[in-house]
């Protein structure tokens, strides 16, 4: 099943690489796939307040999943996402290829989370479309994915490239660590880093109008602990580097954000 821990929403970067580096089992083969499994637990994230804050918010989480066979619905490490309902083209010991519908968990930005974006206005949670691919060989995975708000709430699309090595000292302990980028279309940018001639009568800041581009380099290290069959418990850290229009906007306060992941799961 999966050892999971938070959202893939890329604008909370570091909960999705939590969920997809703490995956502590292989894909079950055979018989096990046709039976259901479940993951029933919770975390917590520490993070920016807003993509670019120089403050910090701490939520808490569900870690609730099931799948059987290639479909798999509610937290899944794959797709990266607390909330998703997807499945898999082709599931083997090299790759992993698939497509989820997701939703957001956590609210990606709201006005009154800090006084620094009055005027700004909210920007809400929306369904995503994506497809994803991992391959791995031996130690190393390597992920990609695309994905594009069709929740019509003008969120973009957003690709992803992240570089896993995993190490695993024993059958209870798994660590990982690798760098990550993040691309996002002009829309993505104007939704999280621009600034529009109405924002910018009603707040403090000048007009942005961020194009599309790299935004996002950042690294991240994981640990899980498995005392048991059915226990799972972990946590993560990420370091990432806003680029270009991202790092650029007058939103931005800060261009390196951390984010903090710990979760304790149940498999069934």
Do not use: C
């Amino acid at each position: 099943m999966l050892a999971s821990s938070a959202a893939r929403a890329d604008d909370t970067v570091g909960t999705s690489d939590a969920l997809y580096a703490l995956r502590l089992e292989d894909d079950a083969s055979g018989s096990e796939r046709d039976a259901w499994r479940f993951t029933l637990g919770a975390g917590v994230v520490s993070m920016p307040r807003f993509p670019g804050s120089n403050r910090r918010k701490t939520e808490g989480f569900p870690t609730i999943g099931a799948s059987r066979g290639n479909v798999f619905i509610g937290a899944n490490p794959d797709a990266g996402a607390l909330l998703s309902l997807g499945g898999y083209f082709v599931r083997n010991a090299d790759w992993r290829v698939g497509v989820a519908v997701t939703y957001d968990f956590i609210e990606p930005r709201d006005e009154s989370d800090d006084a620094h974006l009055r005027g700004l206005g909210d920007i809400d949670r929306t369904t995503h479309a994506e497809v994803f691919a991992i391959y791995t060989h031996d130690w190393a995975s390597l992920r990609g994915s695309v994905t594009s708000d069709i929740g019509g709430n003008s969120r973009g699309a957003v690709a992803t490239l992240d570089l896993t090595g995993r190490y695993q000292p024993d059958p209870r302990w798994v660590f990982t660590a690798g760098p990550g980028l993040s691309w996002g279309s002009s829309q993505y940018s104007r939704a999280y880093f621009g600034v529009t001639p109405q924002q910018s009568a009603n707040s403090v800041f000048p007009v942005h109008d961020p194009g599309s581009g790299l935004y996002n380099l950042r690294f991240s290290l994981a640990g899980a602990y498995r005392p048991t069959a059915h226990w799972n418990f972990g946590g993560a850290a990420t370091a990432a580097w806003l680029q270009g229009d991202a790092s650029d906007s007058p939103i931005t306060q800060k261009n390196n954000q951390m984010t903090y992941t710990f979760f304790a799961n149940y498999l069934f």
